[in-house]
C-alpha cells in the first residue's frame, strides 16, 4: 500500500477541526479545536498558538487537501480534473449543506450539486481538485 509522505505532515492532525478566519472578504489567520477542546490559532495555518486572532466570519474546513496540499474550505472556489483529463476544467464552490450535515459541490456551469466526499472513509487529499479563489457571501445591510 502506498503511503502519502504528506498524511505524516505536522499540518494533519487527527481529531482536530479547522476554521478559516476573516473580517468580510480579509483572511486573518485560522482556527484549530484539538480532541480535547483545545483551541489553537494561526496567521498561516502551520505555526500554531494559543494567543486569539479576532474575527468577524469562520468557514469551516473540508478537512480535506487538494492536489497542492492546500487545506479546503466551504466558500472555495475549485477546479476538477476528470479522471480521464489531465486538465483542471470543471469548476465548483465548496458549499456546507446544513440539511444533511455535510459538504457539497456547486458546479456553476453545469448548474449542479454534488457531495463533496464519497465513500465511508474518505482520504485526507483530493489529486482530482485544486482551490483556485474564494467566493465569500457578502453582508450587504447596513
Known amino acids: 500500500m502506498y503511503e502519502d509522505p504528506y498524511y505524516t505532515d505536522s ?13 468580510d472578504r480579509v ?11 483545545s483551541v489553537y490559532y494561526s496567521k498561516d495555518n502551520f505555526w500554531w498558538r494559543s494567543e486569539p486572532i479576532e474575527f ?11 492536489a497542492n496540499r492546500q487545506m479546503i474550505f466551504e466558500h472555495d472556489l475549485v477546479r476538477q480534473r476528470r479522471q480521464s483529463e489531465k486538465d483542471y476544467t470543471k469548476v465548483g464552490i ?3 449543506n446544513a440539511a444533511r450535515d455535510r459538504f457539497d459541490i456547486n458546479y456553476i456551469e453545469e448548474g ?3 457531495r463533496f466526499q464519497k ?10 481538485l485544486k482551490v483556485s479563489a474564494q467566493m465569500f457571501p457578502v453582508d450587504e445591510s447596513p
Not at 483572511?27 to 477542546?37: A, D, E, S, V
Open 27 to 37: 483572511i486573518l489567520g485560522y482556527m484549530q479545536i484539538g480532541p480535547t477542546r
Open 94 to 96: 465548496v458549499v456546507w
Open 56 to 66: 468577524k466570519q469562520k468557514d469551516r474546513s473540508t478537512e480535506i487537501y487538494d
Open 119 to 128: 465513500g465511508r472513509k474518505p482520504s485526507p487529499f483530493r489529486d482530482d
Open 11 to 23: 499540518i494533519i492532525r487527527p481529531g482536530c477541526v479547522h476554521y478559516r478566519l476573516r473580517q
Open 112 to 114: 449542479k450539486v454534488e
